[in-house]
Every structure is written in structure tokens, then in C-alpha cells.
T-cell receptor, first 115, second 110 residues
Framework: EPEVTQTPSHQVTQMGQEVILRCVPI?????FYWYRQILGQKVEFLVS????????KSEIFDDQFSVERPDGSNFTLKIRSTKLEDSAMYFC?????????????FGQGTRLTVV | TQLLEQSPQFLSIQEGENLTVYCNSS?????LQWYRQEPGEGPVLLVT?????EVKKLKRLTFQFGDARKDSSLHITAAQPGDTGLYLC??????????FGTGTRLKVLA
């Protein structure tokens, strides 16, 4: 069964360092998302991406964050200068159509720990 | 701002009991999904409901979408320890975003 895959599963980084989280969405999906979940808290929307551009972003997704689809298969989230409060599980998701019409499938997540 | 509130927040029951989890909002959603999440893993899709009043069954799980598409419920019959997990509802908030509920953590004791 097709699935969304994320790498790495766990990333530890020093505060102020740049990190890139990688995702391979389901191959025929067109809409891509990043969410995060701080330990013990709800899953929060960060950004959606369609047709090679950001479709929507939340207030969390500030100038320190960027997304890219560098080739036909990968979808990345970059945090330029990590802060302690960026520590969270980051989930990538993809959907065939927009959220109004289809469901999103999630990857297993990357646990980011900023020290 | 669209919000989805889930209740109860925590639920601990004995194996064999029935339970219902609620997902409520003051906003209308075009569709709503239910996910289950295990610790340290991503949400796994259980079901999508689209039509107001729709009822879907997945083995012992029954999902209902409210007539006004503002709320949903998940009913589990004869709960088993394998049902233990975090249950999340998520609503389609526009074309490019899903928002998640606050979650219900279920523990089924053998």
C-alpha cells in the first residue's frame, strides 16, 4: 500500500542550526502538507503546497521556515535557525485532491529535538 | 478561527465496554476525518465522512457526521485493548488545510 515516508525518524540539533526534514509523498498525490505536534499537544497545521507553491500557511510558519519540492518525489521542510521551541514531531502528509474532497495520509513523523 | 473540540479528553474503560467520542465545532466542515495515533507515530486514517447525517461503520467502530456538518462522533462497541490510542478528528478547513481536534486518549484495560 502506498505510504508517505519521512526521514530522518529522529533529528537532534543545536539551537541556531539549520535542519532539513525530508518527505516522500504518495506518488500520484498533488497536495502536500507539513504539520507539527509538540509533545502532549494537538497536531498543528504549518503549511500546504500545491502546484509548486505554498497554498496556505499558518502563523507558526514564519520566515525561519521554508518548503521545497526539489524534484518530482521529495518534499522538504527547512528550519533556518532552530529554536528550543521548535522541538516537536513534524509530520508530512499528502492528498490526491484538495482538503475539501479527499483525505490526507500522514507519514510516521520526524522527531526534532533542539538542544 | 475554526476549532474542533473533542470530548472526553481522556477515557479509561474495561475491555468489552462501549464508548463514544465526540468532535464538536461551531463551524461547518465540508468533510471530516477520524485518525488514530500511536505514541511516536503519525496519525493513521480511519474514515472520512462527507455528507451531513452520514454514518460509516468500520468493524466495531461507527462514525457519524452531524446533519449540519459541525460535529461528529465515534462509537466503539465492545472495546478491546488493541483499540487503545489517541483518536483525532480533523476537518477540511478550506481547500488547502485540515485542522485537528484536541484529541481523545483512550485506554482499554484487559
Amino acid at each position: 500500500e502506498p505510504e508517505v515516508t519521512q526521514t530522518p525518524s529522529h533529528q537532534v540539533t543545536q539551537m541556531g542550526q539549520e535542519v532539513i526534514l525530508r518527505c516522500v509523498p504518495i506518488s500520484n498525490h498533488l497536495y502536500f502538507y507539513w504539520y507539527r505536534q509538540i509533545l502532549g499537544q494537538k497536531v498543528e497545521f504549518l503549511v500546504s503546497f500545491y502546484n509548486n507553491e505554498i497554498s496556505e500557511k499558518s502563523e507558526i510558519f514564519d520566515d525561519q521556515f521554508s518548503v521545497e519540492r526539489p524534484d518530482g518525489s521529495n518534499f522538504t521542510l527547512k528550519i533556518r535557525s532552530t529554536k528550543l521551541e521548535d522541538s516537536a514531531m513534524y509530520f508530512c502528509a499528502s492528498s490526491l485532491g484538495g482538503s475539501m474532497n479527499t483525505e490526507a495520509f500522514f507519514g510516521q513523523g520526524t522527531r526534532l529535538t533542539v538542544v | 478561527t475554526q476549532l474542533l473540540e473533542q470530548s472526553p479528553q481522556f477515557l479509561s474503560i474495561q475491555e468489552g465496554e462501549n464508548l463514544t467520542v465526540y468532535c464538536n465545532s461551531s463551524s461547518v466542515f465540508s468533510s471530516l476525518q477520524w485518525y488514530r495515533q500511536e505514541p511516536g507515530e503519525g496519525p493513521v486514517l480511519l474514515v472520512t465522512v462527507v455528507t451531513g447525517g452520514e454514518v460509516k461503520k468500520l468493524k466495531r467502530l461507527t462514525f457519524q457526521f452531524g446533519d449540519a456538518r459541525k460535529d461528529s462522533s465515534l462509537h466503539i462497541t465492545a472495546a478491546q485493548p488493541g483499540d487503545t490510542g489517541l483518536y483525532l478528528c480533523a476537518g477540511a478547513a478550506g481547500t488547502y488545510k485540515y485542522i485537528f481536534g484536541t484529541g481523545t486518549r483512550l485506554k482499554v484495560l484487559a
